[in-house]
């Protein structure tokens, strides 16, 4: 006989020291993979899969943003209760004890910065009875996540031996953050002494406590991928897999700023329209056939009065339908061969940057000359130096070409307020800002089809289109806006 549990737990107190320098600013929970914090992913697993309608979240580290995020549960579809731990560093299990009173009958609990895909929590609740609590166990053949995590050893479908972090693994078991206990984990934690390893009550010791009292300690045979998502690099991978498990079916969206490029437009359409989903034109109302050209090739056209290259762009990203923004030029001096390089490294990054500086990579006729190339290198390690924890490696700053995720963008459009040049390192300024990955790879840059570039036509319009950037850049990073 078993009954539904309907309460769960996220423990979500931690400082996530391993996870710097990005958990500085944000709790590890709230780390974002393929656009959604783990946290989230955690409580919809408890909601849907579990079938919980209240959540205990157990907050410490910059704990308002987990409360901003979450609320009171009703954007969620449960009810959300918090406990405030103060200081994160007393442990997984003290902070749990911590929510006690809360927790008065049997519950689920899932750490809040583990990543389960594909998992089958549905299928382990609830327990077969009888049980005092219940450990989810995932068999693996690589020891070196047992020896991050915790191994186990299982007879007969009960847990018989726990150790957490082991030097030596001898069984293929993988303990994972996905736990039920009833009410009787907090009389464990009170009678389990401080680890000799890390000088705190462990979670895992606390139940090893039951253990050896001869409690019914059940393991859960988890299947589907699992991640501890203990450092940046973790989350980097986690987003890799995630990226590209789905990547087929994410929409590509390539926006185009243009004003008056009659000459080139219907050469930029016809080159990316058959690798995405769609060609978006922002048009600054024209007076040439631009619009009239760029429709007939099957572009969206929207023209409306815009300020200019930023603004025209803005109008663009806002407009078009995509999970994916690419951004090109209306002259063609990008092409659609580069597209399939920058959508792979798309896998790996917020924002993918394209660079020009590659001189292999540079056609001949270009206005990517000497003066050029070097005021774009020195601008870009100029931002480097001033987001130096974000570590960011640009060469070019003024080069259309690049890709960000629809998600990453919609974050940071309310700091973007450049209407000109100065949008181009505003963008990749606010994607460091949001503690975003931003990768620059070498993209071919050709002639232009037609016209002349309007912020680099000569040493006058590329002094105004410096100083608009220098201004903006400087702003940004000592005034925050």
């Known amino acids: ?54 959540v205990v979240v157990i907050v410490g580290h910059l704990a308002d943003q987990i409360r901003e995020r979450l609320g009171d549960g009703s954007a969620f579809g449960v009810r959300v209760r918090y406990v405030d731990v ?5 442990g997984l299990a003290l902070g749990l004890h911590q929510a006690k009173e809360l927790l008065d009958e049997p519950f689920v609990a899932i750490l809040g910065d583990e990543l389960y895909l594909d998992s089958n929590h549905a299928d382990l609740f609830p327990l077969e009875e009888p ?7 995932l068999r693996t053949e690589d020891p070196q996540l047992i020896r991050k995590n915790y191994s186990v050893r299982i007879e007969e479908g009960l847990v018989k031996d726990l150790e957490e972090k082991p030097v030596e693994v001898r069984e ?19 009678r389990t002494p401080p680890n000799a390893r890390s000088g705190r009550v462990e979670l895992t010791d606390a139940i090893l406590t039951l253990v050896r009292e001869g409690k019914p300690v059940r393991a859960l045979p988890l299947e589907g991928d699992y991640f501890n998502i203990n450092s940046v690099e973790d989350q980097n991978l986690a987003n890799y897999l995630v990226r590209s498990r789905e990547f087929r079916d994410y929409r590509v969206s390539v926006v185009v700023p243009a004003w008056n490029e009659e000459g080139s437009i219907g050469y930029v359409v016809d080159d990316f329209a058959p690798h995405v989903h769609e060609v978006v034109v922002a048009d600054n109302e024209s007076t040439d056939r631009t619009a009239e050209i760029a429709r007939e090739k099957g572009a969206k056209v929207f023209s409306k009065p815009l300020r200019g290259y930023g603004d025209a762009l803005r109008h663009g990203m806002d407009q078009a339908e995509g999970d994916i923004l690419v951004l090109v030029e209306a ?17 790996d990054a917020d924002m993918v940057m394209g660079t020009r500086t590659t001189r292999q990579m540079v056609e001949q006729g270009t206005n990517m000359h000497g003066v050029v190339r070097w005021a774009n290198v020195m601008v870009g390690k100029f931002i480097e130096a001033l987001w130096w ?93």
């Not at 783990?38 to 579990?50: A, G, H, M, P, Y």
Request: aromatic share 8%; net charge positive.
């Open 331 to 347: 002259d063609h001096s990008f092409r659609a061969k580069d597209l399939g390089k920058m959508l792979e490294f798309m896998k």
């Open 389 to 481: 924890s974000q570590e960011p490696r640009f060469t070019d700053v003024g080069c259309t070409y690049r890709a960000i995720w629809r998600d990453v963008y919609e974050r940071i459009r309310p700091h973007l307020v450049g209407i000109g040049p100065e949008f181009s390192p505003e963008l990749m300024i606010e994607v460091l800002r949001a503690h975003r990955r931003v990768i620059e790879i070498p993209v071919s840059y050709y002639p232009r089809v037609a016209g002349d570039s309007k912020h680099s036509a000569g040493f006058f319009a590329l002094a105004k289109t410096a100083g608009k950037m220098l201004r903006l850049i400087v702003r940004k990073r000592f005034l925050g806006r």
């Open 86 to 90: 103060g200081n994160p560093k007393m």
């Open 1 to 54: 006989m078993s009954s539904r549990i309907r309460l769960g737990v996220l423990p979500a107190a931690g400082a996530g020291v391993r996870a710097y320098p990005r958990t500085v600013h944000i709790p590890k929970v709230m780390l974002e993979i393929a656009g959604k914090p783990l946290l989230q992913r955690n409580l919809e697993i408890l909601r849907d899969r579990v079938g919980v309608e209240e």
């Open 172 to 190: 293929p078991l993988l303990g994972c953050g996905t736990y039920a206990f009833r009410p009787s984990i907090f009389d464990a934690i009170e």
């Open 131 to 137: 049980w005092e609590a219940g450990c989810a166990v």
